[in-house]
């Protein structure tokens, strides 16, 4: 513990020294030791060491808060310091008071000194500092820690990795409490649901201002960290969402999908555009420039390279040669404070050969013709009156980069601006240039290396690389005419197709390969040649994997339209193609368009090879995949068994296929009734898997899945809990697991005892399946009816007919599918709608008995009434009727709730597809 120092440091404008000294005088004469910095600060310095170890040992920061006070950099850090440790102490407990003079309290910031007000802005000094004293003392006796006690921030849980390794953030103090406040607006840590957002033009900072603000709260994010489309967060626990960088065009829907899937996350966001519509005023950020100080540390602090000074003394040698402190100067003002040029500038500072600022000030001074048609180029996404000088200066930093490192912001301009597998660069460059593997990784790591040292790259965990979009912008346009980036660009289709073939041919988890999808839209959007069709035919099946029935059939699609056109309907190619168009039609349910197209290849296949060939047999395992889902168990069976026989003859009882074969035809068999056989089955393929891929692979966990399903029906429902547990924990840490996690909730709930945890479970599966497959999708519906009866069961009000709860098991070669909002239920399941009608009728009106009309549960059976309403698909009044409904508890919830609540997510989805249904609604 720190023993010594004083009761109080006072922290002030300079230009508001007379007031200061008055208030010092004041306190020191109600009994308070007091420090006063007297020697006044300039605008390069940050807090020196005299400075620091005087906040260290002092256990209240006493704030003279007046208009000129946020101007002031080096108060903005006394401030952030103080704040900070004083919230790691006892983050109730006040250590930082503010005396507001000559302003409004309302505009007052951080809000938290707001929070921790004492004195009133209007009182005589001398009644102030006896406040204080008193305050003080109190403080003293209960808890005499001081602010150098106050321990540092636990390891951030990254549930998902962190895009970046931490750098030092200069500036944005009072940014990062605003985004506390905003988070956390009543200081209640269990309070969950809220969303705030930063936003600002490109290269400001905002994810890295949003992982900086991950990392110094931690402790109030005991679940983790998470990336929005990453892995699901587990129940109970507070956590933080990320979303970086919401794309422009999307729609209200759209952008609060993205939000925190459960109560108790909270959800950052970041964006080049305003949020204002979607986001409270008094949660969004915008960000701009960095203030002068801020500004000088970024731009020197790569200068000189190994000098490894602290802040304070490297502004203080800046500032010993009056030239170079006004070169640095214009350098900072010509760039108007964008972070990411500054950064780019300082990797120029610290690089060989740099002469000083005065050589790089005339170059950002006075951009030149190349300079400003690069700006022209980088408008659409940097907004600043300052671009002619960024321009300038990412030009100089990408063609001052050595040739090593040049090269691989060659090839990373070709990809995606996503996180890119550094091994894949590697081959790359094998490819363009002849090289060995070993050579070509020498030469990848020798450039990353180059340029993550000029700021030109970051490495990120997973051994992956990522390139800032404008600095990639700024390459594309540069060499927009070097012959060498489609030679780049070539190698990426043939290294990113092989990818995918080992992948399928190795049964990659999909997940694995998910880091590819972006790179293959980049190198392969045009379709110009076979090798882009075949790539882009392998990352339809991916997205298949993945569960992204939409983007798999956006690819086949357009992909099948053009092998038709330009190959003929039977050419190989075009048959690949449409068998994964197929697949994904029966991903989004529509069984008898998938049967048409795949039967139809199939046909084909086995005129032209046999009907023993590998493709024949997948294109019959395909077409058995399409019976299952559409219950037709007996003729599932049938092809399954035609398939495993041959696919055993062929390759042996322990290959992967013929595991995959002898999978689909065990559920089968158990679906067909004989339990017995179907459990041996099951568990010679689930233990034969685990052997080879582990307990987290995803067919593993298929397969116990299935062994699960069996065991419960014997029945073992201890047994089957156990395995289903295990699933649903794995489901719900696995990135992308989307409609998976449903179904891993849906079969715990089977066999869960408890009703709480059975209908949270319930309610999860639903809102899941609303998110990822869309209301229309025949599991929602069958997971809502499932949702109805258990809650009317909660309600001693079950049906006498109504079934016990089912379990899924998947068949492989068939994901489940996302949001399928053309699909319409066929006639022959009127039954089934009526009765779904029917439960959610009733749930309503005993919920509204019970709770009254406007209570939040009511709400929630009127949107499951509305939900019920519309899939009856009788008349369109029916949608009519089921939009009154929905558009009020929707709102209802909302306000209840706020948007980012699953449940509100839910119900404004329904509210969404019940308009597109009714047609006149928008």
């Known amino acids: ?211 900086q603000y991950a990392r110094l709260f931690a402790d109030d994010f005991p679940g983790g960290v998470f990336a929005a489309g990453g892995a699901a967060p587990g129940p109970g626990l507070p956590y933080l969402w990320l979303v970086d960088d919401v794309p422009d ?112 000030a005339a170059a950002v001074d006075d951009p030149g013709r190349d300079a400003l048609a690069l700006a022209e180029q980088l408008r659409p996404r940097l907004s600043t009156a300052h671009i002619g000088s960024v321009a ?90 070097d012959p060498r980036r489609q030679v780049l660009r070539l190698a990426a289709v043939a290294r990113i197709g092989a990818w995918l073939d080992t992948g399928r041919e190795r049964h990659s988890p999909s997940g694995e390969l998910a880091v590819l999808l972006p790179h293959v839209a980049a190198v392969a959007a045009q379709m110009r040649d076979v090798d882009e069709w075949h790539v882009l035919n392998e990352a339809g099946r991916v997205h298949a994997e993945l569960g992204d029935s939409r983007a798999a059939l956006n690819v086949y699609q357009r992909l099948h339209e053009l092998c038709r056109t330009r190959l003929g309907e039977d050419d190989p190619v075009t048959l690949a193609v449409r068998l994964g168009l197929g697949t994904a039609y029966g991903i989004h349910g529509d069984h008898p368009r998938a049967l048409h197209l795949i039967e139809d290849v199939h046909a084909v296949l086995a005129q032209r090879l046999g009907a023993k060939a590998p493709d024949v047999l997948t294109a019959l395992n395909n077409i058995g995949a399409v019976h299952t889902s559409a219950g037709e168990h007996e003729r599932a069976r049938d092809l399954y068994r035609q398939v495993h026989v041959v696919r055993k003859r062929r390759y042996g009882p322990g290959h992967p296929d013929t595991l995959d074969a002898l999978y689909n035809l065990a559920i089968a068999i158990g679906r067909c009734g004989d339990t017995q056989e179907a459990l041996r089955l099951k568990t010679e393929v689930y233990d034969t898997v685990r052997s080879v891929h582990g307990d987290a692979h995803e067919r593993t966990l298929d397969a116990l899945t299935s062994v699960a399903v069996t065991t419960l029906k014997l029945p073992d429902r201890d047994g089957a809990r156990w395995m289903f547990q295990q699933v649903y924990e794995q489901r719900r840490s696995a990135p992308a697991a989307g409609a998976a996690i449903a179904d891993a909730a849906a079969n715990l709930a089977a066999a869960e005892d408890h009703p709480d945890v059975v209908l949270r479970l319930l309610t999860e599966a639903y809102q899941v399946r609303v998110a990822a497959q869309g209301p229309a999708h025949p599991r929602t519906l069958r997971s809502l009816r499932s949702l109805l009866i258990e809650h009317l069961r909660d309600l001693r009000e079950v049906p006498p007919d109504a079934e016990p709860l089912a379990t899924i098991e998947q068949a492989l070669a068939l994901p489940d599918g996302v949001r399928p909002e053309e699909i319409r239920l066929d006639a022959e399941d009127m039954d089934e709608r009526v009765e779904l009608f029917n439960f959610a009728s009733t749930y309503y009106d005993r919920q509204a008995k019970l709770s009254g009309e406007d209570s939040t549960d009511t709400a929630l059976a009127i949107c499951y009434l509305a939900h019920a309403t519309a899939a009856l698909d009788q008349m369109d009044l029916q949608f009519d009727q089921a939009w009154v409904l929905i558009d009020n508890a929707a709102e209802g919830l909302e306000d209840d709730l706020s948007t980012g609540r699953p449940a509100s997510v839910a119900a404004d989805e329904v509210r969404r597809w019940i308009a597109s249904l009714g047609g006149d609604q928008a």
């Open 249 to 360: 065009g999307i729609d209200l829907p759209a952008f609060k999908a993205m939000l925190a899937p459960t109560p108790e996350g909270r959800t950052l966001v970041t964006a080049r555009h305003d949020l204002l519509g979607w986001v409270h005023p008094s949660k969004h950020l915008r960000i701009g420039g960095l203030g002068r100080a801020a500004a000088l540390a970024t731009l020197t602090c790569r200068w000189s390279p190994d000098s490894g000074e602290a802040v304070a003394r490297r502004l203080q040698r800046l500032s010993d040669d009056r030239r170079e402190y006004g070169a640095a100067r214009r350098v900072v003002d010509a760039l108007g404070g964008h972070a990411l040029a500054l950064r780019l500038a300082a990797g120029l500072a610290g690089a060989p050969g740099f002469t000083g600022f005065r050589e790089l």
């Open 1 to 211: 513990m720190v023993t010594d120092g004083t009761d109080l440091f006072l922290c002030y404008s300079w230009v508001d020294k007379r007031r200061a000294d008055e208030l010092r005088d004041a306190l020191v004469d109600a009994g308070l030791s007091v420090f006063q910095d007297e020697s006044g600060m300039r605008d390069y310095d940050h807090i020196s060491e005299r400075i620091d170890v005087a906040l260290r040992s002092t256990r209240v920061l006493v704030v003279l808060y007046t208009p000129s006070l946020p101007t002031s950099e080096y108060c903005r850090q006394e401030m952030h310091f103080a704040l900070l440790s004083s919230y790691r102490l006892h983050r109730s407990r006040a250590r930082v008071l503010a005396v507001v003079q000559g302003m409004e309290i309302a505009d007052v910031r951080p809000g938290r000194l707001k929070h921790w007000r004492l004195p009133r802005t209007d009182s005589d000094p001398r009644l102030i500092a006896m406040q204080i004293a008193g305050y003080v003392h109190g403080l003293r006796d209960e808890d005499p820690r001081r602010f150098g006690d106050a321990p540092e921030p636990p390891p951030v849980r990254w549930r998902t990795g962190p895009r970046r390794d931490p750098h030092e953030l200069y500036g944005r103090e009072f940014e990062l409490w605003s985004i506390h406040d905003a988070l956390f607006p009543e200081d209640d840590p269990a309070a969950g649901g809220q969303v705030a957002a930063v936003t600002g033009p490109g290269g400001e900072g905002k994810t890295m201002l949003a992982e």
């Open 392 to 481: 300038a200066t990412m030009a100089l930093a990408v063609r001052a980069l050595p040739q090593a490192g040049r090269d691989v912001l060659l090839l990373a301009s070709v990809l995606a601006p996503e996180p890119v597998p550094t091994v894949l660069l590697a081959d790359m460059l094998a490819d363009a240039d002849g090289l060995s593997p070993g050579e070509a990784r020498k030469r990848a790591d020798g450039g990353l290396a180059e340029a993550a040292g000029r700021h030109l790259a970051e490495m990120t965990p997973g051994d992956l690389a990522l390139v800032h979009p404008l600095v990639l912008r700024t390459v594309r346009t540069l060499h927009r005419d």
